[in-house]
């Protein structure tokens, strides 16, 4: 009887998907509910949110040419993490994954190469902007990049904790147009004992993806990889102790792969930041606080005289804050770097995160905020700044005063 019910059993999970089981289609629709609703105008009309196709945002005329709302629009890359802990190449086994990007037009990394994201779409229907979102914040998994745990890999995957996606490999994306080929890429008991044993490696027909930053946690790297000319990155992890991690992370892996170095001055917004505690709201000085730092703007060196700038917002207070910011933070002392284990938060605390965001870069960008810079900085510095903020839409009045903080 025993061993009926095991082969019925494992007849059945032949025809079970390596997504079927896991926690990742709940992640997925419910951030798919948060943000990607339907306009008001489209409710009766427009399909489910969840199946909003990423190539959508990069829509064509009838002739083949981008319409001119796509032609204009900003060019989404959503960052994810490919777990390569079996890898045979020697540069990836220390850090267990390499980035792995979707975007509107292409989906890969170059431990799997690329393919066209409307051939994906075409070949893996469950692919859509609310999968590629849930992959990209999948924190929670057995396997987690160059954060896994090898002692606890067994462990989490019986318990379930699986937020990561397994997505058709780019490189094999052929393949799956044999019958034969998809029904093995959907045999889930197959890349689940792969996930529980850390097997994973950019050679088998399904790779392993999880949160972006199990492998760089700022979204930075891959705009580095394009010589961006200015990038304007917030860092809002938690970071009670204000050292940066996640940028000095970043800093190591720019260096080592893309020769490219960054000097930002990110110390002086520690300074401030820690003067404001929960029985010190204003700082040492008192009210009304400092007015700023709450941002930096460094130097990108990519080499061979090529520069770009990086506009590095923090969160972080200076005691310039709004009445309720404050209050928050006298009743909560962590704040604004509690612990994010804690997946559920009530209106309050929503609101007084989105405050400081909005207190942090309005200030920044309308000049009334100082700012962190470079110790030595260029003859044209303000002039760059100037051009880096128009390039970004700032109003020229507002880059004027930006530029203008000595």
Known sequence: MYLLVAAALTFICLFIGPNANSLHRLYRDRLSRAFLFPRPVDAVTEPDPGLFKFSALKPRDEAGEWRNEAALAPYLLMNTAINLEASRELNKRGRNADTFIFSPLYVGSRATSYATTEDFERMIPDLALATAMATSGAA????????????????????NIRLGYWLANPNRLGAFVSRIYRWIAN?????????????????????????????????????????????LAVDAESDPDM?????????????????VTIDLPWQAIQKQALTVTSTSLYGPSGPPGAAGPHAAIGLIHYGAGETGVLIYIKSSLTGDETDYILD???????????????????????????????????????????????????????NEIKASLLLLNVPRLMADRVAARP
């Open 243 to 259: 050292t940066f991690p996640s940028f000095v992370a970043l800093q190591v892996i720019a260096r080592i792969d893309l020769g």
């Open 140 to 159: 929670a998994s057995a396997n987690m990049g160059n954060s896994t745990k090898k002692i606890l890999t067994f462990s989490l995957s019986l318990l």
């Open 187 to 231: 045999v889930g008991t197959l890349y689940f004992a792969c996930e529980t044993a850390g097997l994973l490696d950019e050679r088998k027909l399904n790779v392993y993806l999880t949160d972006g930053g199990h492998i760089e946690n700022l979204g930075i790297y891959e705009l580095l990889r394009r010589r961006c000319k200015v990038i």
């Open 328 to 382: 928050y933070k006298r009743r909560n002392s962590s704040f604004p770097h509690e612990t994010t284990v804690d997946q559920f938060f009530n209106e309050e605390q929503f609101e007084v995160y989105r405050a400081l965001g909005f207190h942090a870069t309005r200030r920044l960008l309308t000049g009334a905020d100082d700012f962190a810079k470079p110790a030595a900085k260029p003859a044209n510095w303000a």
